[in-house]
C-alpha cells in the first residue's frame, strides 16, 4: 500500500523540524518526539533513529544531566555542522515552499 502524501510529507520535512528544535535549545529526545507529535502529529518511534543518524553524521551532540525523576537524561545540541545544515535547509525550505505556493495559487 503506497503511502500517503501526507506522510511523504512529513517524512521529508522531519529532520529539518528537529534541527529547528535544536537550534532554539537543546533538548532530549524525547521532549523533541513530543513536540513533533503534538505540531504535526508524527509518531514517537521516528525520533530516536533519526538521532542517532543526526549524531553519526555529525550533526549533533549529546551530553548528560541529571534527572529529578530517573536516571540521568541525554540532551542532544548541534554541533556547528548541525548548525549550518539547519540554516541551509531552512534556506532550501524557503525557496521550495515558495515555489509550490506559486505553483498552488496559480489560476488554471
Known amino acids: 500500500m503506497p503511502e500517503t502524501i501526507e506522510i511523504q510529507l512529513k517524512k521529508g520535512v522531519l529532520t529539518l523540524c528537529v ?5 532554539r535549545s537543546d533538548s532530549y529526545a524525547y521532549e523533541i518526539a513530543s513536540q513533533l507529535a503534538k505540531d504535526i502529529d508524527m509518531g514517537e518511534g521516528t525520533i530516536y533513529p533519526l538521532m542517532r543518524r543526526l549524531q553519526a553524521d555529525g550533526l549533533v551532540d549529546t551530553y548528560l544531566v541529571e534527572s529529578q525523576s530517573g536516571p540521568p537524561r541525554k540532551y542532544y545540541r548541534l554541533t556547528e555542522a548541525g548548525r549550518a ?3 541551509s535547509q531552512k ?3 524557503m525557496v521550495f515552499t515558495k515555489a ?3 505553483i498552488l495559487g496559480a489560476k488554471a
Not at 534541527?19 to 537550534?23: G, I, N, R, S, Y
Open 19 to 23: 534541527l529547528a528544535l535544536l537550534h
Open 85 to 87: 545544515s539547519f540554516i
Open 91 to 93: 534556506s532550501e525550505w
Open 100 to 102: 509550490v505556493d506559486a
